[in-house]
C-alpha cells in the first residue's frame, strides 16, 4: 500500500436525530479506483457529504488527502470534484458557461476555466448542445455535465454518486468508460458510490461495502473475488438430480437455480475436482461458470450479516 | 470512435484567491440579474434619472449667474421677474454655502429618496436570483462541494444586491452630483456640495447594505419564485400603507415598513429642515418662499430620533439573517 492515503477516518460517526447514518467507520484508503457499494440508505452519501463537508460530522475524525476535514475546507475542495446523485445546477446557465463558473469557484482564473471547461465537455463527448440553458438538457446530458464540473479544475480525486443513473445502457457504457479512464489513464482517484455492483466490479480495484453505516468490508476485489473461489455454476442439459446426488456423496453444498444452473461449492481454488467428478458420473457440462458474481455475492452475505446482527 | 478521444488535460496552474471566487458569484448574479425581462430597462431608467437630477442641478447653478441664459429666459416673462431674478442671484452669489450646499442637500434628499423606491421596485424581480432559484436546483450543493464557503456564498450574494443597487441607485446619484457641478459655472462648487455628496454616500451606501442583507433574507424564504418576489413587494405595499394609520393610532407600527425605516435614516442625514431653517435665516429673501411650506411637510421633513428606526432595522436584519441561516444549508 502505497504511504500517502487519500482518505482516513477514525470512528467516524454521523447522526441525523435518533438514527446513526454512519456507526464508528474507521478507514485507510490509498489512492485508486474506489468502490462504495451498498443498498439505499446504507450510508455512502453520507459517507461522501461527510468528508466534503456538506454533512458536519457528529464525532470521529477524517482526513481527506492528507488535511483535516471540518479545518481546511477550501484547500480540501480546491482539490476534490463532487458529482451528486439528484440534479444540482444553476439554472439559467448554457453548459459552457456553468462549466466555466464552477472552475472560477475553485479558483482558476475565468480564460483558463472557461478553456478547461471546453476541453473536459468535449472530453465528457457533449457538443453543441453546451451553448443551451441547461434547463432543456436531458438526463444524460445532465450526467455529462456533472461529470465535466467535477474535473474541470483538475481535482485529485473525484466523488461520484451514482454517475449512471437514469441513463440508458448505451449512455451508461460511455460514462462508465470515462469514469474508468480517470484513473487508468490519469491517475484521479475515484470513488465511485453505486448499488449497480457490476458497474463497480468494472470500473474499481478497491471495495467498500456498507450497511446500516457500519463498513462491513474493505478489500480490494481481486481478494474479494478469491474469497468467493470454491464454487462455480455448472450449466448441464438435464440430469440434475445425478449431479445433485454427486455432490452429496462428496458432501458439496448444491442448489438447483432458477435458471436451470446448478450451483456447486466444490471447496476449491480451482475447478480440477469438479471436472474430475463430471468426469466420474460420465455428464458432459455445457458451461461452467467459475466463481460466479463473487461481488455480488460477498455483497448479499455482507448485508445478511448485517441484518443478522441488527 | 471512442468517446473520449479528446484527451484529459492536467492543470498545474496557481489557483486565484478566495476574493476572486467570491467576485465570480457576484459578477455571475449581477449579469443575471440584468438578464430578466425589463431589467436593462429600469436601469436605464434610474441613468435616466440620474441625468434628469444632473439637468435640475445645471439650472439651480445657472441662478447664480446674473447673464445667465436661464435668468434671461425667466427675465422675459415679467421685467419684475428680472429684479427679482437679479436680487436672489446676488443674496446667492453672497451665500455659497447655502446657495450650493444646502440646495444641492435638500435636492439630494428628495432625488435620493425617489429614486430609492425606484430601486425597491426593481429589486422584487431580482429576489429570485439571489437564493430562492439555488434552493430550487439544489444549486447550494454544488457552491458547497467548491472551494467556497457558506460565508463567501453569502458575501457573492450580498454583493450582487448590493452591486444591483450601485447600478440601479449609487451610480445615478453619484453621477448627478458629478455632472451637476461639473456643469456649474464655478469649480468652487464641488467644495460647497461636498456636503451632499457625504450625506448621499453615508444615506445610501448603509440603506443599500440594509436592503441588500433584507433582500437576501426574503431570498431565502422560499424555494418558490414567485412566493419571493410577492412577499418582497407585498412588504413593502403594506408597509406603506400602515405608515399613515400608525402616524395617527401607533408610530410604532410604522416601523414595520422597511421603506418607512430608509426614509428616517435619510431625514436623519440629510438634516432637511435643519437645512431649509439655516437657509431662512441666512437669505430674508427665501424666507418668504419657504413661507408656504404646510407645517405638517415641516413637520415631517424634521430630523428623527434614529433609536425606533435602528431597533427595528436591527429586528428586521437579525431576521433575515436567521432565515439565511437556516435556509442556505447543502441538504
Known sequence: MPAELVIETQALCKVF??????DD????????????????????????????????????????LGREVGAEGREIRKRVGYTPELDCHIPGMAGCEYVTYCAQLCGLPFQVGR??????????GMGQERYRKIDTYSTGMKQRLKLAQAIVHDPEIVFLDEPANGLDPKGQGQILELVQSLWRAYGITV???????QDVELICEQIIIIARGRVLVHDSLANLKARRRGSAEVVVPGRHEELEAACARRQWPCELLPNGHVKVGHRADSLNPLLEMLHQIQLAPLEIIPSPNALEETFVQALEISHAAA | MPLHDVNYKHWRGAHLGVWSRRR???????????????????????????LAAAAVLFMAGQLLVADSAVVQWVSNFNPMLQMFAKSLTGWLTDHPEISVGTTQNVLFYFIGSWLMRVSIFALGPIIPLLITRDLACNAIVIYSSKAVTRGDYLLGK??????????????????????GNLLAPDWTFFWHARLALENLLIYGLSSMAVLSVLALGVSALSANEKSTTAFWFMWWILGGVIVPIGQHTRPWLCHLSFGFNINQIALHTFRVAENIRK????????????GGLKPATR?????????????????????????????????
Not at chain 1, 48 to 58: A, E, G, R, S
Not at chain 2, 279 to 290: D, F, G, R
Not at chain 2, 301 to 327: I, K
Open chain 1, 115 to 124: 478553456q478547461r471547461a471546453h476541453e473536459m465537455l468535449d472530453f465528457v
Open chain 2, 279 to 290: 437657509a431662512e435665516e441666512s437669505i430674508p429673501i427665501l424666507s418668504t418662499m419657504a
Open chain 1, 25 to 64: 467507520v474507521s478507514l485507510a484508503i490509498a489512492p485508486g479506483a474506489i468502490g462504495l457499494l451498498g443498498p439505499n440508505g446504507a450510508g455512502k452519501t453520507t459517507f461522501m457529504k461527510c468528508l466534503l463537508q456538506l454533512q458536519p460530522l457528529t464525532s470521529g475524525s477524517a482526513k481527506l
Open chain 1, 17 to 22: 436525530g435518533n438514527q446513526k447514518a454512519l
Open chain 1, 191 to 197: 470513488v465511485l458510490s453505486s448499488h449497480m455492483l
Open chain 2, 299 to 331: 413637520a415631517a421633513l424634521e430630523s428623527p430620533n434614529l433609536a425606533g428606526t435602528g431597533l427595528a432595522l436591527l429586528v428586521m436584519l437579525c431576521l433575515a439573517a436567521w432565515v439565511v441561516h437556516q435556509r442556505v444549508k447543502p441538504e
Open chain 2, 24 to 50: 465570480a458569484i457576484a459578477w455571475n448574479g449581477l449579469t443575471a440579474c440584468l438578464q430578466v425581462r425589463w431589467m436593462m430597462n429600469l436601469v436605464v431608467l434610474c441613468w435616466g434619472l440620474g
Open chain 2, 158 to 179: 450580498f454583493a450582487t444586491a448590493f452591486g444591483f443597487l450601485a447600478l440601479t441607485w449609487l451610480g445615478p446619484v453619484c453621477a448627478a452630483w458629478f455632472l
